[in-house]
């Protein structure tokens, strides 16, 4: 069975770091881009990060650039997204989804997703 479980949410102050992870069973990931979106009440969801299939190309969104870093670990079937100096702005829960090979923006491009992860960004 394809599965996708994030992990690594949570409450921090602004200013914080979390690290999230998104572990795939049932398929290995080799083959597959990686995205990380996020949807906050009453937004569109939104691709905040994605990582190829090889790991050469990675993509942020405008809004984290500079603070997030996305790195996969094929060995252990798993992504990261690195998040520093968060910002209120940054709540939302965060999900990861896969499609074959690169990245694409829009999260109707992704077939498997994980059933997301709550971060929260507040003093």
């Known amino acids: 069975q394809v599965q996708l479980v994030e992990s690594g949410g949570g409450l921090v102050q602004p200013g914080g770091s979390l690290r999230l992870s998104c572990a795939a069973s049932?398929?290995?990931?080799?083959?597959?881009?990686i995205g990380w979106f996020r949807q906050a009440p009453g937004k569109e969801r939104e691709r905040v990060s994605c990582?190829?299939?090889?790991?050469?190309?990675?993509a942020y969104a405008d809004s984290v650039k500079g603070r997030f870093t996305i790195s996969r670990d094929n060995d252990k079937n798993t992504v990261f997204l690195q998040m520093n100096s968060l910002k209120p702005e940054d709540t939302a829960v965060y999900y990861c989804?896969?499609?074959?090979?690169?990245?694409?923006?829009?999260?109707?491009?992704?077939?498997?997703w994980g059933q997301g992860t709550q971060v929260t960004v507040s003093s």
């Open positions: 049932g398929f290995t990931l080799d083959n597959y881009a």
């Open positions: 990582v190829s299939y090889s790991g050469d190309f990675t």
């Open positions: 989804a896969t499609r074959q090979n690169y990245c694409r923006r829009e999260y109707k491009d992704y077939d498997y």
